[in-house]
């Protein structure tokens, strides 16, 4: 069973509106951390957003927002205002501690293309 | 934020040859580095974990004999694809953590893209 799963392989939005791109999760740990990177087409994987398992609100990052649904482990990234260089590829991922320091799990992946 | 670099950035060996791959964290130390893989318009994929000093920890289904992974110092880890063939062509991140067995954040470099012929 996946771990991660992003159900949108693409998505397109036009420019200055707000996406969701969403992402659920499966783990049996009590302790996780989830995380969203984007990747651009020059494949560098920039750090956006994180949200601890035990973290009472919603992260926050600028124009990035995690809607953190513990009950249903869902763990949406919110854009507002999008912009022409947010399209690239999102990536969530989760990391769980399993006897020490593990990596991250990541899921497909969604390809943004924002539109003028 | 914390900056973890590659070396080399992109690489076309011949089939057979091993090609090995750097990962240094600039600006801080890394008590774990992560090695993934990277297929074309695919997720990242997890290869090993490695811990200064110690052996790596390989993922399900990995070659440890193939990948060779050595994290000789705490800014240091390095990716040895040995007898390299036209399948391992692929793109390969390291990440490095300074929290072991926490849930800190994880850098990433910016990649290598290997090309086997």
């Known amino acids: 069973a996946q771990k991660i799963t992003q159900t949108q392989p693409g998505m397109f939005v036009q420019e200055k509106e707000a996406v969701t791109l969403d992402c659920t999760y499966d783990?049996?740990?009590?302790?996780?951390?989830l995380f969203w990177y984007k990747q651009p087409s020059s494949g560098e994987m920039i750090f956006l957003i994180y949200?601890?398992?035990?973290?009472?609100q919603n992260a926050t990052e600028g124009r990035y927002s995690l809607n953190f649904q513990k009950a249903r482990k869902s763990a949406n990234l919110v854009i507002s205002a999008s912009q022409l260089g947010d399209s690239a590829m999102y990536f969530c991922?989760?990391?769980?501690?399993?006897?020490?320091?593990?990596?991250?799990?990541f899921g497909k992946g969604t390809h943004l293309i924002i539109q003028p | 934020g914390a900056v973890v670099s590659q070396h080399p950035s992109r690489v076309i060996c011949k089939s057979g040859t091993s090609v090995k791959i750097e990962c240094r964290s600039l600006?801080?130390?890394?008590?774990?580095m992560f090695w993934y893989r990277q297929f074309p318009k695919k997720s990242l994929m997890l290869m090993a974990t490695?811990?200064?000093?110690?052996?790596?920890?390989?993922e399900q289904g990995v070659e440890k004999d193939k990948f060779l992974i050595n994290h000789a110092s705490l800014t240091l880890s390095t990716l040895t694809v040995t007898s390299a063939h036209p399948e391992d062509s692929s793109f390969y991140i390291c990440?490095?953590?300074?929290?072991?067995?926490?849930?800190?954040?994880?850098?990433f470099g910016p990649g290598t893209r290997l090309t086997v012929l």
């Open positions: 991922a989760m990391r769980e501690i399993r006897g020490g320091a593990d990596g991250l799990t």
């Open positions: 990440s490095a953590s300074s929290a072991s067995g926490s849930l800190g954040e994880q850098f």
């Open positions: 783990t049996s740990d009590p302790s996780y951390g």
């Open positions: 600006d801080f130390q890394a008590t774990t």
């Open positions: 490695s811990n200064e000093g110690s052996k790596a920890t390989y």
């Open positions: 949200q601890g398992s035990y973290d009472q």
